[in-house]
């Protein structure tokens, strides 16, 4: 081995459970004057295992001169993963094969998977957007991004012309996207009791059927499945005679926040910043990802396929390109909402009624007894940046 071969080597684990493991090698020629492979390769593996198990946070561990440095840092304080490799030799380019196969494999095991849907649709027409444009609009950008089929959960009783919506939600089926139940208005189950509600449900199902192919998907408006445990067993009950499977979601969010923010500053003639505002909207997102997953793990176990709640709506068709590019920046994998659907987490039918913040939330409260505490740049925080940046009054 060449005397002055190494340099820094730095390795970053991403310890955030079944995320990504980023391993980033920096080595120069002229600093380092012994071997670098300072980590006895099993005590390497060891400590890839105990960190990756550990939630929250990343792990630098540095090594200079024979010094080695641990730290912990801030999850978003993360560089991105590069490898610089300026000068190795064969035998440190094996050992470095070796470490990036291992996290490869690790990465493989962990991999972050999230499938879109979009509620809502189709949304009324407003200043930023005529109905049907909107709809094309979103088309064409999960085309452009090669975003797998998402379901669009759709109120077929928003207009009164309902052939005209279903020619409108008949674009997403032909563009390879699936059409779901999210009632025909949009009530609350707790509001209008069960009777109403299975009416409501009923009527969607009667118009959207003709959409319709294979299995089909209800998603309850307000994720508010219940909390009359009578009602909330009907309701089960009908769906799964029907052929429906429940829409769960495991990532909720409030993205809607945005789209009324933006709207309203437009209504009032203020210039809206839309750089500054996506920023925020995905900082909200990607946080709540990160957020649920994690709880996710400490549930189940496991990292599952995802389900990550949207809108059809005027800030997320806006923002979704950003947003879809900085899950994969973020190691996370777009996948179909059906094959996200296989995943056994949504077969599962909680005993509680706390259905407000997805299964992920409901699983987390099943086990505990109380609410998640939410600890992800949630609705207050961002509600409040948003008002700020745009000159709205609270
Ligand atoms: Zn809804």
New binding site residues.
């Given amino acids: 081995m060449p005397r002055d071969l190494g340099g820094r080597i730095h390795l970053i684990f991403k310890t955030e459970p079944c995320a990504i493991i980023q391993v980033r090698i920096r080595l120069s020629l002229y600093h380092f004057k012994h071997q670098w492979a300072m980590f006895h390769m099993l005590g390497l593996i060891r400590l890839l295992i105990s960190l990756t198990m550990e939630p929250g946070f990343q792990w630098v561990i540095s090594g200079y001169h024979r010094k080695f440095a641990l730290k912990k840092i801030e999850v978003n304080e993360l560089f991105r993963p590069k490898f610089l490799i300026y000068g190795v030799a064969m035998n440190e380019l094996k050992k470095l094969v070796f470490i990036s196969v291992m996290a490869a494999f690790l990465c493989s095991a962990y991999a972050k998977e999230i499938a879109l849907t979009f ?2 649709a189709p949304v009324s027409s407003t200043v930023y957007f005529e109905t049907h444009k909107r709809t094309s609009k979103l088309i064409r950008k999960l085309k452009a991004l090669s975003v797998p089929p998402v379901i669009i ?1 759709a ?1 077929p009783c928003k207009r009164d012309d309902s052939n005209s919506i279903i020619v409108q939600l008949r674009a997403y089926t032909i563009a390879g996207h699936i059409i779901g139940n ?1 009632t025909c208005s ?1 009530p609350r189950l707790d509001k209008v009791g069960f009777d109403s509600f299975l009416e409501d449900a009923l009527k969607a199902d009667e118009i959207l059927t003709p959409l319709y192919s294979g299995q089909k998907y209800f ?1 309850y ?2 994720l508010n499945e219940g909390t009359d445990e009578s009602a909330r067993n009907q309701m089960r009950d009908w769906l799964g005679r029907n052929n429906y499977r429940n829409g769960l979601v495991s990532v909720d969010n409030d993205d809607t926040i945005v789209t009324d923010k933006i709207i309203k500053a437009k209504e009032q003639g203020k210039k809206v910043d839309h750089k500054k505002v996506e920023k925020l909207f995905l900082k909200h997102i990607l946080s709540a990802a990160e957020f649920y997953d994690k709880l996710a793990v400490k549930n189940l176990g496991y990292s599952p396929k995802h389900v990550l709640l949207l ?1 059809e709506m005027d800030g997320t068709v806006l923002y979704v390109d950003s947003l879809v590019k900085e899950l994969r920046k973020n190691g996370w994998k777009i996948i179909s909402a059906k094959e996200a659907y296989e995943d056994p987490l949504y077969l599962k039918t909680p005993k509680n009624t706390y259905a407000g913040n997805g299964i992920i939330a409901q699983l987390d409260y099943e086990k505990t007894g109380h609410k998640p505490k939410i600890g992800y740049y949630k609705w207050d925080e961002l509600e409040k940046d948003l008002n700020k940046l745009l000159g709205l009054a609270p």
Avoid: V
């Fill in positions: 509620d809502d959960f109120n999210h949009h998603r408006p307000f809108h």
